[in-house]
């Protein structure tokens, strides 16, 4: 049964790619400004069909999640620019928006409410035609471009000559904005032979003229034909399972401090009934409930009025008297009591007697 295409990219970027390259078996790509493993990957629905590549990431911690999950590519975690040395990185926590342009980082820097803990970090740079020495004469399927505002460095040090990927694409937009950016560094791609296919808003794709016949995959945008399944472990769902998540830890920790109280209070209770006061003091209770229940008779006996109505209230009293209970006359032989204190309970069981009998 097919399960369908799952996307994973940011704006269907890896349903575009697959449509035009799916009868490439186990191919390669360069994904620069690789970000993170599965949110809005580009590449991740390639490694998980065999796809390996190079994800260039500058961040440590998003580079260190990508050695992780992708262990069959090759993680480098260093800036590409037009220069070699360091350069400095800003770096927006737990987000893509990271960047090494200084007029974007200025930007953040004012937008203090937008952008919060923003940090510099020194990282390493190198030219991507010193990159692409690694891999000449091998074959690049795709190559992906997302560098926030940094995309004119990155391809001022790419030599199309030695690296030429079949399709390239590179983010045309200025960050956090529909405002393209695209005509200060389109020249230099097509100067290198390559010529612009399809534009999604964010993005622009570009054919290596030598592979043009793969233009007509990029007709039409993602639609219903190309069987697209919406990314499982996007943010949104992994926020909405987190909180959830969290919600039934706190609710499993009441519950367990509910019990843990209720336990304490078992075991208390336990002591209490098995100490030998409680067993001593049994009988002793018996009869208080019993002289209650006589008293309270009494105060409802002198409320009524009419013979019928006190027939009534004496077999609701003799009915309670005699449900089965211990016999206070056996209890009263167990308890060590002065002369005064057996003589009212003996008159008690007298009552009891005498209610019994006239009934």
């Known amino acids: 049964m097919n399960s369908g295409f799952i996307s994973y990219a940011q704006n269907f970027e890896d349903v575009m790619l697959w449509r035009a390259l799916s009868h490439v078996d186990c191919g390669f790509y360069i994904d620069i400004g690789a970000h ?72 953040m820097a004012e937008d203090g409410d937008k952008y919060h803990d923003l940090e510099v970090l020194e990282v390493e740079q190198c030219r991507l035609s010193d990159l692409a020495e690694f891999y000449a004469g091998r074959s690049v399927h795709w190559m992906k471009i997302d560098v926030e505002g940094f995309e004119q460095q990155v391809l001022e040090g790419w030599d199309s000559t030695i690296l030429r990927p079949w399709i390239l694409v590179v983010e045309a937009t200025v960050p956090n904005s529909d405002q393209s950016n695209h005509a200060c560094w389109e020249p230099i791609v097509l100067d290198a032979g390559y010529q612009c296919v399809y534009k999604d808003g964010l993005n622009r794709f570009y054919l290596a003229l030598e592979h043009i016949q793969l233009a007509s995959a990029f007709e039409y945008p993602p639609n219903v034909f190309d069987d697209i399944r919406l990314r ?9 399972a987190a909180e959830h998540m969290r919600d039934i830890h706190k609710r499993v920790a009441n519950y367990q401090r509910q019990v843990l109280a209720l336990q304490h209070f078992q075991a208390k209770y336990e002591a209490v009934i098995q100490s030998a006061s409680w067993r001593f003091t049994a009988p002793i209770r018996l009869i208080v409930d019993q002289a209650l229940r006589i008293l309270t008779f009494r105060d409802r006996w002198l409320e009524i009025r009419g013979w ?52």
Not at 232 to 240: E, F, G, N, R, V
Not at 313 to 326: E, F, G, N, Q, T
């Open 36 to 107: 993170h493993p599965t949110i809005d990957s580009v590449s991740l629905a390639f490694y998980e069909r065999g796809w390996t590549g190079v994800d260039v990431e500058p961040v440590p911690d998003f580079a260190a999640l990508l050695r992780e999950h992708r262990p069959e590519n090759e993680v480098v975690e260093m800036a590409l620019s037009n220069d070699t040395g360091k350069i400095s990185m800003t770096v927006v926590p737990e987000t893509g928006l990271s960047t090494a342009s200084t007029d974007l980082a200025a930007a």
């Open 232 to 240: 499982p472990h996007s943010a949104m769902l992994q926020d909405l």
């Open 308 to 359: 019928k109505a006190r027939i009534r209230a004496l077999r609701h009293l003799r009915a309670v008297i005699c449900r089965p209970k211990p016999s206070s006359a056996e209890q009263l032989n167990k308890l060590e009591l002065s002369p005064d204190g057996r003589a009212w309970l003996e008159k008690l069981e007298a009552i009891n007697v005498r209610s019994t009998d006239s009934n």
